[in-house]
């Protein structure tokens, strides 16, 4: 849909937003009866108008735990600078189909593109609980590294070095807004285990996995499984982080102290004597 397309839907839209909303100069909202406040019995569940305008907004929000994958890839805005604009968009549609990919095979709740790097989180419900959400995760991870060490191999022209990934697991904010344009309102996360995947993955080199400190306690906790420890072939090993790296940590914004210094590197022990052949980690 364009512009124009999209400009011509916003009267109808507006009279189908004012049929639910009763306009009124009223800024109050304890005492707004345009929209009535849904209650929660929850103190982890927000739902409540704005206030009432002739562009209402509705806003409902809920708390709990959620596995988040952050995805860069290394070296990009430099790249850029160097190759036509057919290579670079062939680089971003393959990245999409990538994560379109990831969403069929191992089932992500929500996804974000941002320029050259996408989010990804898991939400656990009925089916998923938060360790199948974090083995999908890790599974989710080696499909993308493995993926594109494949895409570097058979490229016609020079890609980036690769992805570096940051996952972590605490819990967020699922927004969910409702305006009077339907194209705002898309279901939206927020809190720190967002920001920390994306500090996470700023520490990641190519073909690099960095994992918080939450995340690396349940990969201890449950290593038969999530850590594969006694699968010859396809076992994955948490690394210690170098000098460099905590030093990143150190100074990182927004950082939390367990996991400026407990969080690790992950790596996937056959893919990475077979293939791309690097720790992921930055050379102390």
Partial sequence: MDFLERAERIPARLKQISSRYRSS???SLASCE??????????????????CTLTPVFFAGKKQDVVVLFADIRGFSEWCDEQPLE?????????????GQICNDHHHAFHKFLGDGFLLVWEPDDTLDLTVCLA????AAIHLHRNYWYLSEDSAYAVPPGYGVGIAIGEAIRLQPETILEEMNEVDFVGYPLNCAARMQSFASAYGTAVCSRTTQMLRDDAKNLLKSTTPGFRRE???PGPEALGLAMHAKGLREPDRSDFRYLSFEDARARLWKASGMPES
């Fill in 34 to 51: 345009c929209r009535p406040t849904a209650q929660s019995s929850d103190d982890r569940e927000y739902k409540r108008p704005g206030k």
């Fill in 238 to 240: 948490l690394l210690t």
């Fill in 25 to 27: 100069a009223c800024t």
């Fill in 87 to 99: 290579n670079v968009g062939d680089l971003m549609t393959t990245q999409i189909e990538r994560a």
């Fill in 136 to 139: 999908h995760a890790l599974d």
